[in-house]
């Protein structure tokens, strides 16, 4: 059993920035690819990034790429998702997830592990 907790959430002005992490309890972290996703209020859960296990491939969605960045620490046991220029339409609750695939997976099926989110305010 793997154990996800998400920190680093709050509230940021547009154009800010804020640094997501996600620690992981197990000693199998470095076997899992892991993704972010983010559920604003009223809409479906949607697809962040993903890194593979070891890190050399990520993914991103279309509306992130160029200004999140999804990297790991797999000595720590953590997933990190930095966030920059960030728009209100950014606002969500972001999930860390985990997946024994170790591919890094853009759809939320193949993720076997969840954490119970954070959330991420981008307002003025």
């Known amino acids: 059993q793997v154990q996800l907790v998400e920190s680093g959430g709050g509230l940021v002005q547009p154009g800010g920035s804020l640094r997501l992490s996600c620690a992981a309890s197990g000693r199998t972290f470095s076997s899992y690819a892991m993704g972010w996703f983010r559920q604003a209020p009223g809409k479906e859960r949607e697809f962040v990034a993903a890194?593979?296990?070891?890190?050399?491939?990520?993914n991103y969605a279309t509306s992130v790429k160029g200004r999140f960045t999804i990297s790991r620490d797999n000595a720590k046991n953590t997933v990190y998702l930095q966030m920059n220029s960030l728009k209100p339409e950014d606002t969500a609750v972001y999930y860390c997830?985990?997946?024994?695939?170790?591919?890094?997976?853009?759809?939320?099926?193949?993720?076997?592990?969840w954490g119970q989110g954070t959330q991420v305010t981008v307002s003025s």
């Open positions: 997830a985990g997946s024994r695939l170790q591919l890094a997976t853009m759809t939320a099926n193949p993720y076997d592990y």
């Open positions: 890194i593979s296990s070891r890190g050399g491939t990520t």
